[in-house]
Each structure stands twice: as C-alpha cells, then as structure tokens.
C-alpha cells in the first residue's frame, strides 16, 4: 500500500494543503439591493410611524416627546372608542355577506347549463371597477329623491329610503356596495375549492339518496371550509382597512356615523394635523388588523387539527 501511495503521490493526502481562505458569499451583490428596499418601503416608515406616536408633533409647531400619553389619550377619545365599533359592525358584515351569496353563486355557477361561461363573466365585473367609480354611481342611486334604488322600492310599495344620508341606515347601505363588489372574489375562490372536490363522494350520495341540501351540508360544505377561510380572511383584511368607499360616499358622515378607523385616522393626521396623535391611531390599527388575522390563522389550525384528528 505505501508502495502505491509514493508511485502517486498526488493521491496522498498532503498536511500542507492550503487552509480554506473566508470569502464573502458570492450571492452579496443580489442581496442587497432587495435589503435596501425592503428598509426603505416597510421597516424605515413603521420605525418612523412608531417614532412620531411619542411625539406631540403638529405640522407648524416643534416636536416634543411625550412617550405613550398618546396611546393613552386613545383609550379616553369617545370618537376613537365610536370609530372602532364602526369598524368591527362594517367588517363583520362585509365579511359574512359576500360569504354567504359568494358561496351560493359559487353553487349555482358550478353546474351546467347553458351560457354558463357569459353569466360568469357578467357576474365578476363589479370586482374589476374602480372604487372611486363604484362610489359614484351608487351615491347616485342612494339619492333619496332622484335615486333608482328608491324607485325600485316605490314599485313594491315600500316607502323611500334616506340610506347614507341617515345615521342608522348608513353603514347597512355601504355594507351593500362593498359586498356588490366583492361576492365575485368570493365567488371564484369557492369555484375553485369546488372543482377540487372529487366525484365519488356525491356519486355514493346520489346511489344513497341524499338531498341537495344534505350533499351540500355534509359534503360540499366541509370540503369547501379552507377556501371559505382564504376567501374571510381576504375579506376581513381588506374590509377592516376599507377607506375610498367610505370616503368617497360619505366621508364619515352624517355626521360620524360612519367613520371607521381609517376615516378617523385621516381626519386627525390630514385635517387636524395631529401627526403624532395621527401615527399613534396607525399603530393600534395595524395591531388591530394583525391580532385579526393571527386569529383566523389560528382558528383554521385548530379546524385542520380538528380534521386530522377525526381522520385519524
């Protein structure tokens, strides 16, 4: 064997080999540019949000720091306190809504018959108008006076309506433009969870002699569940920071009627000029939308355990 190691001394292993020098990884150069993005556009802005929240900053006036008075300052602001439950009775209902219909046009889009693919088409176009658009046409048709919705309900023989322009009818009414536009996002979520769905379990519920609203309980409905929850917790972001309906339509009123937390947040950091008090309503507001989804997250773990477990 030593013999064959000196007839090849390169296959000998050679205690004065080189040590490995260190070098900068070669992918450095793509890195950096995303890093520098990524500072500039997310971590810079909330640092500096979070920055003026404990600061009295008014624009014109010098900056003072005052460390959390203004998150405290929350807790006693009655049109604070009033915007927030605004929030939540808009985003449940424009949640659950657009879920609702969103999952029967679902159904009914999913069998055949004929025109299918043009009715599908005609039904997703609200989802691609502008929103300031939208909000046009329907402040027209909420008109109490020369509005076509109240002329709808004249033919019924329902009394007029003021919609927006009443404090208990004004977030009902915008719920109903937010989920005219957003039943079809909805809509094509489900479709897809529903033609995911294999065969066999309804051909076995056909030879059973199950209903439609039994196959639709305890087979589409469970089968469909984690689309359903895509589809809400799409919703729920979306909806609880809605702002150019509402402002577009509204703009909080009457009154404060409808002033949600961003209408209130633009108000006091764009009217009022509050911008510390201004940044301090942002920062409880995107904790507020994420404990929203870390919540749906942690729900639909729990109905995926739920299921494994039950599988199992």
């Known amino acids: ?59 014109g006036s010098p900056t003072s720091f005052v460390g959390l008075s203004n998150y405290l300052r929350l807790t006693s602001d009655p ?18 809504l657009p879920l609702v219909l969103g999952t029967l046009a679902a159904v009914v889009f ?34 109490p006076q020369l509005g076509v919705l109240n002329y709808l309900l004249s033919l019924v023989g329902i009394p007029s309506q003021l919609w927006v322009f009443h404090p208990a009818t004004v977030i009902p009414s915008l719920v109903l433009v937010e989920t005219w536009q957003w039943t079809p996002l909805v809509m094509l979520i489900v479709l897809g969870g529903l033609a995911a769905i294999p065969a066999e379990p309804y051909e076995s519920a056909q030879i059973d002699g199950a209903s439609f609203w039994q196959v639709f309980r305890f087979i589409t409905l469970p089968l469909i569940m984690p689309f359903l929850f895509i589809a809400g917790m799409i919703r729920m972001i979306d909806a609880v920071k ?34 510390g ?36």
């Open 277 to 312: 008090y201004g940044s301090a309503i942002a920062v409880v507001f995107f904790l507020l939308i994420v404990a929203l989804a870390a919540v749906m997250l942690y729900m639909r773990q729990r109905m995926l355990w739920t299921e494994i477990a039950s599988g199992a």
């Open 79 to 96: 049109r604070f306190l009033e915007a927030v439950g605004h929030t939540m009775v808009y985003t449940v209902l424009s949640v659950l």
């Open 110 to 143: 999913h069998q055949k018959f004929a025109g299918r693919g043009f009715l599908r088409a005609l039904f997703i176009m609200p989802m691609m108008a502008t929103p300031v658009a939208i909000a046009l046409v329907w402040t027209m048709m909420f008109h």
């Open 1 to 59: 064997m030593s013999a064959i190691i000196q007839a090849n001394p390169a296959a000998a292993p050679s205690d004065a080999a080189p040590e490995k020098e260190l070098r900068p990884p070669s992918y450095w150069p793509f890195v950096v540019p995303a890093l520098v993005v990524v500072i500039a556009i997310i971590i810079f802005p909330w640092v500096f949000t979070i920055w003026m929240s404990l600061n009295e900053w008014k624009v």
């Open 242 to 275: 809605s702002f150019d309906i509402i402002f577009a339509i509204t703009q909080g009123g009457p009154g404060s009627a409808s002033e949600t937390i961003n209408i209130y947040l633009y108000s006091v950091a764009f009217t009022y000029y509050d911008l």
